[in-house]
C-alpha cells in the first residue's frame, strides 16, 4: 500500500460518510447500503449471459434504492444457477432445453460472510446452443416479485445488524494484524465496516486513524532503512 494512499484513506473515508449521509436510497428504510449485482461463477457462463443477470438484477435495485457500483464493490447480490433439467430435442437443428433454479445471496465481498440467501422460482430456456438457453432462462426470472423485495430488506437489516453487534470482535481481528506488523490488512478490515452503520464506523474509524499514522511510520522507517542501506554500499565501492 503506497505512502499516498494511505494519506488519502481517512479523507475518502470522511467524503464517503458524508455522501452516504445525503444520498440515502429512498426505500427499504433508506440507509444507504448499496449492493452490486453479479453472476456466481460467471467463468462458467458466456458474457451476455452475465450481463443480463447483472441488468435484470440492477433494474430491482434500482427500484428499491440500493444500486452499487461495480468498480468498487463492496457488498453483493449474486445468483447461482442449478440446473434441474437438461435436454436435447430430436428437432433439426437440435436445441437445448433447461430448466434452471436460481438461488440469490448477499454477502460481503470483503469478508465473504452470506447475510441471507433465497431460491427463486425455476426457469427455462430453449437455444441452439446451451448459451442461448441459459440467456432465454434468465430474460424469463421474476426478480421483481414482494418476495425478493422482502429478501432485500431482510438483507439490508441483517448486514446493519451484524456490524453494529460485530465491531468489537472486527476490532479484535484488526488488532491482531496490527499485533503482527500487518498494518494493511488492519487497515482493509477496518475500512470495511459501512458508514452508515454510524456507532461501529465511529469506533473503526478511530481505529483506522491510528493504524494509518502506524504504518505510516513503518513506511518511513523502511525507505529510511532502504537509503542507509544503499549509503553504506556506496561507501563500500570506494
Known amino acids: 500500500m503506497s505512502r499516498h494512499l494511505i494519506a488519502m484513506t481517512l479523507l ?23 449492493l ?10 458466456p458474457k451476455e449471459v452475465s450481463d443480463a443477470v447483472k441488468h435484470q438484477l440492477s433494474k430491482v435495485l434500482t427500484k428499491y434504492g440500493l444500486r452499487g457500483d461495480a468498480r468498487d464493490p463492496h457488498f453483493m447480490l449474486s445468483v447461482e444457477f442449478a440446473e434441474f433439467t437438461r435436454e436435447v430435442t430430436a428437432t433439426a437443428p437440435p436445441m437445448i432445453v433447461l430448466e434452471v433454479s436460481p438461488t440469490l445471496s448477499i454477502s460481503d465481498a470483503v469478508s465473504g460472510t452470506v447475510f441471507a440467501s433465497m431460491a ?24 421483481d416479485t ?77 525507505r529510511m532503512g532502504q537509503e542507509e542501506q544503499r549509503r553504506m554500499e556506496q561507501e563500500e565501492e570506494y
Open 120 to 143: 427463486i422460482s425455476s426457469a427455462k430456456g430453449v437455444g441452439k446452443t446451451e448459451g442461448n438457453a441459459y440467456l432465454m432462462a434468465v430474460k424469463s426470472m421474476k426478480f
Open 36 to 45: 452490486t449485482p453479479c453472476l456466481a461463477e460467471s467463468d462458467h457462463y
Open 146 to 222: 414482494p418476495k425478493v423485495a422482502a429478501f432485500l430488506e431482510t438483507g439490508e437489516r441483517r448486514i446493519i445488524d451484524y456490524y453494529n453487534s460485530g465491531i468489537e470482535s472486527i476490532i479484535a481481528k484488526a488488532d491482531a494484524f496490527a499485533r503482527q506488523g500487518n498494518y494493511d490488512s488492519a487497515i482493509l478490515l477496518l475500512d470495511s465496516v459501512p458508514s452508515v452503520c454510524e456507532e461501529a464506523h465511529a469506533k473503526a474509524v478511530d481505529r483506522l486513524a491510528y493504524y494509518t499514522r502506524l504504518r505510516m511510520e513503518q513506511e518511513e522507517q523502511l
Open 12 to 34: 475518502a473515508l470522511i467524503s464517503w460518510n458524508s455522501y452516504t449521509q445525503d444520498n440515502r436510497g429512498p426505500a427499504m428504510g433508506g440507509s444507504g447500503i448499496i
